[in-house]
């Protein structure tokens, strides 16, 4: 398997959206984990949401609440932007191969097996 690249990163004022994607089609299991992280500049990498993919279930980095959404098909995983402020600038990472049969989803990385390179999200005030 080729190493997936995440896509719709880009470069936005404060205020605007981005969505973005990643090819997950192989990890599209009912008893897995999936979820974006984020690196912001001289910060460690740490979880910002996740999903579990059997009940939909999600949860979210405070600062994200009310402003991101993370949501799947089949064969993408996206992660919705909406109100973005400076602050949220950094790498964002997809991941993905987290085996929860217990149904929770946790944000450690080393619960993730699949990783993307990451996206760029610069926002300006």
């Given at each position: 398997q080729a190493r997936p690249v995440e896509s719709g990163g880009g470069?936005?004022?404060?205020?605007g959206s981005l969505r973005l994607n990643c090819d997950v089609a192989e990890y599209s299991k009912s008893d897995y984990c999936m979820g974006w992280?984020?690196?912001?500049?001289?910060?460690?990498?740490e979880s910002v949401a996740?999903?579990?993919?059997r009940d939909g279930t999600t949860s979210y980095v405070d600062s994200?609440?009310?402003?991101f959404s993370i949501s799947q098909d089949r064969g993408t995983l996206y992660?919705?932007?909406?109100?973005?402020?400076?602050?949220d600038t950094a790498m964002y990472y997809c991941a993905a191969?987290?085996?929860s049969p217990a149904?929770?989803?946790?944000?450690?990385?080393?619960?993730?097996?699949?990783?993307?390179?990451?996206?760029?999200?610069?926002?300006?005030s």
């Open positions: 470069s936005v004022q404060s205020g992280f984020f690196q912001p500049p001289r910060k460690e990498r996740t999903i579990y993919i994200a609440q009310g402003r992660l919705q932007l909406n109100n973005l402020q400076p602050e191969d987290n085996w149904g929770a989803c946790y944000d450690l990385e080393s619960d993730y097996n699949y990783w993307g390179q990451g996206t760029q999200v610069t926002v300006s």
